[in-house]
């Protein structure tokens, strides 16, 4: 079941090491001059500012280490992150798919539903045919019409937005059309004018040494790796790629051990000639 895959990985997540493990996001905003003994930003940065707040994006703004005799500096950083009310209102505006919790949805369904008419029913499990649970890695659109607990949540979190969620929701709401007639930010665009110098998720430092620990095991083969936490931190598409690097070295041991007698011959014999 997810809780069982989840839960080590959860728990290395509440591991705080500084500010920035509280927040999802960061900014980093050229400083463009100095007035007053102060830093001053563009004002196409301070309008970046503006939006995020329309956006109600939770702001931390810091300055970065001084490298200038006079104490200034040349960046800011701004570390941003969403309120979950904010999140919830958004992955309801998008219909986020978010996966299902298997035991709360075997309730629904067995139970069924008299005022729309629809009769409750069990689905069997077959492990002969598939070792999933009929219930389990189910998605299902979020709405906030339907009850909350449906959603399926690490261990000890009371909503499911676990990191990996927060992330995608963030990114996506980043670029969002914000109210007050302001246009949305085009992340990419910004980047090649110079008007931001990053914009970066920001690392999970205890999630992140569990999967070093996880991941880099010498004894571990690569079909062997945690191919969920993979995923957990750093996406779909690059769990889905060391999925398949692992499938794809499962079968290649197949010509490996084929070829085996033959560079034995081939040593023994100290032919190494290639035919004509």
Known sequence: MPAKVYDSFHQASNIQNDKADDYDYCLVLPVVSFENNQEQLSKEALKCITTLRLLKFELFPYKA???RDDGLTDEIFVLLRAPYDKLREFAD??????????EVLQQLVERGNEAEN????????????VKYQPYEYIYGEFSMKLPYELYWKEQGDENPFRDYERLKLTSLLLESKPPGGYDPLDIAKLLKTEVIKGCFPLTNRGKSKYLFEEWLDMYKLPWQSPFYHVREYFGEKVGLYFVFLGHYSLWLCIPAFIGIPFQLAVIITGDFSLSA
């Open 93 to 102: 505006q998008i219909a986020n798919k978010m996966l299902l919790d298997p």
């Open 65 to 67: 280490l001084s490298v």
């Open 118 to 129: 629809i009769k409750g029913f069990k689905i069997a499990h077959r492990p002969d045919v």
